[in-house]
């Protein structure tokens, strides 16, 4: 059961404009959500993080909203840079099972020059 | 460096056969985690530990996977008569917990492929 989903496999965006990647989630439990950034042949890597207390969490060029309703969260990248083109993960933490991290399936972001 | 770093990076296996993996954490981190990861989904939590105890195992894959972390430092998760089926990314992670919320740091990964 795929407690976190992205739904877009990929997204195409040129440089300088808005990328905007989207997760929903299906736990009301998360309480810790975050976004990690994946290069080939690396680990994630930790890019910005919101708890479920706020709707909005900025750092420089990326911003990180999240709507409890809906169960959505959406990361923004502004202006977007072709060094942003990677595998980004969004991820989610539920307390109750010791803030261990429910993972989407990612989406491939290419950022054209 | 610092971060956390895992060997071997790569590994080929016959089916059947036994392979180890080690995952050194950053230094100061209470908490690690094992992840797999294989193509097209995101990482799968595996297990964790808090310090020496092993907190959450009913994740593992199988009991052919098994893992420790003896001290409290370094961890090794070992797949004992290796499937095709287990050719993934193996991912550790770790963080320091002192309550609330926490961010968790990965290493670069050991890519199993299993023949």
């Known amino acids: 059961d795929q407690q976190v989903k992205q739904n877009s496999p990929s997204l195409s965006v040129q440089e300088g404009r808005i990328s905007i990647l989207n997760c929903d989630y299906t736990n009301s439990m998360f309480d810790y959500f975050l976004w990690y950034k994946k290069y080939p042949a690396e680990g994630p890597t930790f890019l910005i993080s919101?708890?479920?207390?706020?709707d909005k969490n900025e750092d420089g060029r990326f911003t990180v909203f999240l709507n409890k309703s809906a169960k959505h969260l959406s990361l923004h990248i502004v202006p977007s840079q072709p060094g942003d083109s990677a595998v980004y993960f969004c991820?989610?933490?539920?307390?109750?099972?010791?803030?261990?991290?429910?993972f989407g399936t990612g989406t491939s972001l290419t950022v054209i020059p | 460096d610092t971060g956390v770093s895992q060997d071997p990076r790569h590994k080929i296996t016959k089916r059947g056969q036994n392979v180890t993996f080690r995952c050194d954490p950053i230094s100061e981190h209470n908490r690690l985690y094992w992840y797999r990861q294989t193509l097209g989904q995101g990482p799968e939590f595996l297990t964790y530990?808090?310090?020496?105890?092993?907190?959450?195992k009913s994740r593992l894959l199988s009991d052919r996977f098994s893992a420790e972390r003896p001290k409290g430092s370094f961890s090794t998760l070992e797949i004992q008569r290796t499937e095709q089926g287990d050719s993934a990314m193996y991912l550790c992670?770790?963080?320091?917990?002192?309550?609330?919320?926490?961010?968790?740091?990965f290493g670069p990964g050991t890519r199993l492929t299993v023949l």
């Open positions: 991820a989610a933490s539920d307390p109750n099972t010791g803030n261990q991290f429910y």
């Open positions: 530990f808090q310090n020496e105890a092993q907190l959450e």
């Open positions: 919101i708890s479920s207390i706020k």
């Open positions: 992670a770790s963080s320091l917990v002192v309550g609330g919320y926490n961010e968790q740091f």
